[in-house]
């Protein structure tokens, strides 16, 4: 927490900014950093990288604003076992992380979290390779089913352009069908590291991708072809999720 006040002003800045932009401009993409410890933002057009604030519950790995213009994260999504997960909102200014509801009964390792073309919110859990629908009032988890297709899908989005839903794994794109887990490939990565774990359209429909690992990245995707171009390394490592905020 060294530096949090002066972090703290320099993000609200930096937020303030962004929010000015038309719905047209180069998007502040949210993500999570330092194995979900905390809320990191880049600026596209500039490359700019901040770390707004820590979440305050370890393992908050995956990031997204629903319908609702709430961003939201899941809690405890690291471990293996004995994990606490639970929905939770953030603040986009802050980082601080409120709880809803009561934590999932059982260790699923919520990874992907995203809505949907209908504006559900849904969830990959990677332990058992499935794909669950949450109420953001009330945090409770509904299965859909397995995945098939494909497996470990680390994040969602939904392309504004077609409105179609899509999911990654670390090495690949895909199309995902909400309503029955369907995925389908629509391109493998290339010149990124196979560590995707973060996909978002800005409002245009272009492509952008974070990366997991000891030095972690922004990347442009070419969604045709799977080929990415590095925009902006992160201060932290071990970023995963990416997500703008939704037009106003």
Do not use: W
Request: proline fraction near 6%; avoid cysteine; hydrophobic fraction near 35%.
């Amino acid at each position: 927490m060294r530096f949090a006040s002066r972090v703290s002003l320099m993000a609200v800045g930096f937020l303030v900014v962004s929010a000015g932009l038309s719905a047209h401009a180069d998007p502040i993409i949210y993500t999570t950093g330092n194995v979900g410890t905390d809320l990191l933002a880049v600026d596209v057009k500039t490359g700019e990288t901040k770390v707004i604030g820590s979440f305050g519950y370890p393992g908050s790995a995956p990031l997204a604003f629903g319908t609702d213009g709430k961003l939201y994260t899941v809690t405890d999504s690291m471990r293996h076992e004995s994990a606490r997960s639970q929905l939770a909102t953030v603040d986009p200014a802050t980082g601080k992380t409120t709880p809803i509801g009561e934590p999932l009964a059982k260790t699923v390792r919520i990874m992907a979290l995203g809505p949907g073309p209908d504006g559900g919110l849904y969830a990959s859990g990677v332990m058992e390779n499935r794909l669950y629908r949450i109420d953001p009032q009330t945090g409770v988890f509904t299965e859909i089913g397995p995945f098939k297709g494909g497996r470990d899908v680390m994040d969602f989005a939904t392309n504004p352009t077609d409105g179609a839903m899509y999911a990654t794994t670390t090495t690949a794109l895909y199309r995902l069908d909400p309503k029955t887990a369907e995925l389908t490939e629509v391109s493998r990565y290339s010149n990124v590291p196979s560590s995707v774990m973060g996909i978002v359209f800005d409002r245009d429909g272009r492509l952008y991708a974070t990366n997991y690992g000891g030095e972690s990245a922004l990347y442009r995707i070419d969604p045709a072809t799977g080929r990415g171009d590095k925009i902006a390394g992160f201060p932290e490592r071990n970023v995963h999720s990416a997500d703008i905020r939704p037009a106003q």
